[in-house]
């Protein structure tokens, strides 16, 4: 099975009695994303992050899409603070993290900075057009940030206790399944035909297959993450190989950040134990920001990321072939192709254009979208 990454598997629970809270300046409340990073840190999905970001790290991120010791990552996770709070936290002082009114982390405060949110959104985005959304978040935020390892001491809440697991539990997963390799498949959408015709595709050159939907704050007009669940496990129970796919959910918001995601992306992937990691078309896009193939080309650059991509070009219908493809297999012209996006599926569903649908979705999962009142975030 592949290594975490850096090497070790980050574990950063602590007993309560045994740490220290001598020297806490205040307390942070945390949000819902806030509260996924840290979980994220906690169980290892963000190895080999022990905390939030220092300053060289946060910097060397930007600039190089690297730690300080040279091991890829390419989104900085680090915790903004007010300019208040910022005044009173000393370097070598201690924060208490609260979510909804009880602490359930301590922070031991190693650095305090504050960024560049230009700086910032051209190297993460590649954009400062404030209608992307990421960039739109960042301009949201405080600039104001600390950094320094944590210690979480109190249960976690989960939403979805079947589909949560964590790095440690998906590798005993995978070893229980006896699959050497495994291949992951990230997703903000219900599925659709093209999505199942690329992961069965993969699944021929590994042992397992490892659908791992992102749940958290998603823009206006994606699918819920109830639906997103709803539909994979309707799916893996009904079409997909029980002995050779598994289900675990990714708890983080979408960035959009195109290619500099994907490759965040893999890394996550990589920690839960899988050896590939699909990069599909446009993969964490948003608009016409990135170029369609930029998220395969950017792995070029990271030969060393220790996670195999798996580049998928775009799979869609092809009518005079009759059945699903690919355009590298494909004799045949656009004008005979259908192509699913999720763009297009969650337009049809919203203005109701079922029957157009025919090729794009399966029939039950139309079925299990429908049962849901309201399937889009607001």
Not at 38 to 49: D, E, F, Q, R, W
Not at 124 to 135: A, C, F, I, K, W
Not at 299 to 307: A, Q
Not at 320 to 329: E, I, P, R
């Amino acid at each position: 099975m592949n290594q975490p990454h850096g090497g070790v598997l980050i574990n950063r629970f602590a007993n309560k009695d045994k740490l220290s809270f001598d020297n806490i300046a205040l307390s942070i409340e945390l949000d819902d994303d806030q509260l996924s990073e840290v979980k994220n840190i906690a169980v290892g999905t963000y190895s080999p992050l022990n905390g939030y970001m220092n300053k060289d790290d946060f910097e060397s991120v930007l600039e190089k899409a690297r730690l300080t010791n040279g091991v890829p990552w390419s989104v900085p996770v680090f915790l903004p603070v007010s300019k208040v709070d910022y005044r009173c936290i000393k370097v070598g002082g201690q924060v208490s993290l609260r979510y909804k009114g009880k602490d359930i982390a301590l922070m031991e405060v190693s650095d305090k900075f504050t960024f560049d949110a230009e700086k910032y959104v051209k190297s993460v985005y590649g954009t400062t057009d404030p209608n992307h959304p990421g960039v739109a978040m960042i301009n949201s935020l405080s600039t104001y940030v600390i950094g320094g390892e944590i210690w979480v001491y109190e249960e976690l809440p989960s939403k979805y206790l079947e589909f949560d697991l964590p790095p440690q539990k998906t590798r005993e997963l995978f070893a229980e399944k006896g699959w050497n390799t495994v291949v992951g498949f990230q997703t903000r959408n219900a599925a659709h035909r093209a999505h199942e015709f690329i992961q069965k595709m993969c699944l021929e050159f590994v042992d397992g297959l490892f659908i791992n939907p992102i749940i958290g704050k998603k823009k206006s007009g994606d699918f819920t993450d109830e639906v997103i669940l709803a539909v994979y496990k309707m799916l893996v129970r009904d079409f997909y190989p029980a002995n050779s796919t598994a289900i675990g959910v990714y708890s983080s918001r979408m960035h959009y950040a195109g290619p500099k995601e994907a490759i965040f992306h893999a890394i996550v992937r990589k920690n839960f134990g899988c050896t590939h990691f699909i990069v599909g078309r446009d993969h964490a896009g948003v608009g016409d920001y990135y170029d369609k193939f930029a998220a395969h080309r950017i792995f070029d650059e990271f030969e060393d990321i220790g996670i195999v991509p798996m580049r998928v070009s775009n799979a869609f219908f092809d009518k005079k072939s009759d059945m699903y493809t690919t355009q590298k297999a494909s004799p045949f012209g656009p004008e005979h192709w259908i192509s699913p996006s999720g763009t297009e599926v969650r337009r049809l569903i919203k203005e109701k254009n079922y029957k157009d649908l025919k090729y794009i979705l399966r029939p039950e999962v139309l079925e299990e979208i429908l049962k849901f009142k309201e399937p889009f975030v607001l």
